[in-house]
């Protein structure tokens, strides 16, 4: 079926929205022009992302490389002026060419230079290949599983993300497309780490469940080894966003393992600060000098963005969101669950 334009009257100007997938896909195509004629300016072509209700960031496009709408999600890889290639899920940025290396960083190396000797990673979610990516730089590493429900995600990634190619093709890799916690309640091996690289849990996605504290304790703490160690990617951790999603991860992630680690850092395409919770039933911190001697000893090639004195510093929070950690009571449910706002609008003024 065709669908018809809707004609919006904003400040004066005309929209006409085109849904690409009637009443399914959330990006939706904005075409503009003024009520004095017909000027057009190719060079204004914007992606928006929808933070919360009164705010909006947005991305200046040089194209619209790819757009697909899975069973899961609405996909969209976009080349931006300012970060080069991003890609992006359910109109939430989940990462971009010219920073992703400091979410994957964190995400990945702080649990495996704590672990004494990671031979096994098992990565929840992770479709774009990056996190493998990095766990395969660890010269002990055995095996790498890559869990991730959607393969239209996957195949798009390995067929646009150029970076991750020799990671998809490394035969450590043992590449998964089916839901985590089937796949981990499934498989018989235990792993010395297991990672949350999941989308942010939207009230309308895919994987919010596996936030919660059933999911960790069940599912999760089981199939870690004696010394094993979770880590999960728990949300925006600003100064105004640090309570939609982060505390309650912390704080459910409390109940269930004895050694808890919340770090954060500011990444520039997410126009906000990250968090990441690490876990364990054995201590897993290390001081940063040794953090630095595993990192030369264990990791081929150099790392961007971590070292062992930066890492320790992220651990340190402002006084606002420690109060909030500290404070926080609520515990991550199926039914008493928090979602991130927001949804991504992919805008041409043309």
């Not at 909030?324 to 003024?349: C, D, K, M, W």
């Amino acid at each position: 079926m065709g669908e018809a334009p809707e004609m919006l009257y904003v400040n004066g100007f005309s929209k006409f929205v085109f849904f690409l997938k009637k009443q399914l896909s959330k990006f939706v195509l904005e075409t503009e022009k003024t009520n004095h004629g017909n000027n057009v300016d190719d060079s204004s072509t914007w992606y928006e992302e929808v933070i919360d209700d009164d705010l909006k960031w947005s991305f200046k496009l040089n194209s619209v490389l790819h757009k697909a709408i899975s069973e899961y999600q609405d996909i969209a890889l976009l080349d931006t002026k300012r970060f080069g290639k991003a890609l992006v899920l359910d109109g939430k940025m989940q990462s971009a060419e010219a920073d992703e290396f400091i979410y994957h960083e964190c995400l990945i190396h702080p649990s495996l230079l704590c672990h004494p000797n990671p031979k096994t990673v098992f990565i929840m979610g992770g479709g774009e290949g990056s996190a493998a990516r990095e766990a395969l730089k660890h010269k002990s590493m055995d095996k790498v599983v890559m869990c991730d429900i959607d393969k239209e995600v996957v195949d798009f990634c390995r067929k646009y993300l150029v970076a991750n190619r020799d990671a998809f093709a490394n035969k450590k890799l043992d590449l998964v497309i089916n839901d985590a916690k089937v796949e981990l309640e499934k498989r018989k091996e235990k792993f010395d780490i297991i990672v949350g690289d999941l989308a942010d849990p939207l009230e309308d996605g895919p994987c919010y469940q596996l936030y919660t504290k059933s999911f960790y304790e069940k599912v999760v703490k089981p199939k870690l080894n004696k010394n094993g160690i979770f880590v999960t990617q728990a949300g925006p951790t600003g100064i105004f966003t640090h309570k939609e999603v982060f505390t309650t991860i912390h704080n459910t992630i409390k109940q269930v393992f004895k050694y808890v680690v919340a770090y954060t850092t500011y990444i520039p395409s997410f126009a906000d600060s990250w968090g990441w919770v690490m876990a364990s039933d054995q201590p897993i911190l290390i001081d940063a000098m040794e953090m630095d001697k595993r990192i030369e000893r264990r990791i081929d090639g150099k790392l961007l963005y971590l070292d062992g004195a930066w890492f320790h510093s992220s651990t340190i929070m402002n006084k606002t969101v420690s109060k909030s950690l500290q404070n926080e009571t609520n515990v991550y449910t199926e039914e008493n669950a928090r979602f991130i706002p927001g949804h991504g609008v992919a805008s041409y003024r043309l």
